[in-house]
Structure formats: structure tokens, C-alpha cells
């Protein structure tokens, strides 16, 4: 099943489609945990922890060197999803500087 799937996303347009997916849904995730967390007002600096926590360690995983030959696709889906919730809070902060 795990072979057929991958196979599927060998196309390139899949494959770019699902990163795409992954980009969108991590700005999508950033946006709704930075509202959450500012709504509260009692979970922002635990939220921003969390969340640097997870990027470095998706970080750590992507560029070490034992994934650097074999980058699967949900290694690349994760990081774009990184991308994606990094963009979204750099916005929010330029939203709330401006």
C-alpha cells in the first residue's frame, strides 16, 4: 500500500501539489495556534516555545546528514509545512507591528 502510494506521488505535479498542500496547511496551522494562543493571553510564550521547538527539530531531522541522500516525501512535506507555519507567524507578526 505504503509502494503504491509513493509511486502515485512520483508524478511531479503530484508530488508539488502535496508540497503545496503541506505549505498551506502550515500556514494554516500557524495562523490558528497564534490566534488561539493570543486570545488566551495565558499560553503565548508556551505556544512560541512549542513552536520554535518543533521547526529546530525539524530542522535537525531534514538537514542531518544521515537524511541528506534519502530525503523521503514526507520529510519534504514536513519541512514545507515548517515553511508554511513560519511564513504565517512572520505575517501576524508584521499585523500586529503595523
Known sequence: MAGQLGRWFFNPWRKL??????????????????????????????????????????????????????RGLWLEALNAGKIGLTYSLFLEAFKLGS
Open 17 to 70: 501539489s502535496l508540497l503545496v498542500i503541506s505549505v498551506l496547511f502550515g500556514f494554516f496551522l500557524g495562523s490558528a495556534i497564534s490566534t488561539i494562543a493570543g486570545q488566551a493571553a495565558d499560553w503565548d510564550i508556551i505556544g512560541a516555545g512549542v513552536l520554535v521547538a518543533w521547526s529546530e527539530i525539524v530542522d535537525r531531522i531534514y538537514y542531518s546528514r544521515t537524511w541528506r541522500k534519502q
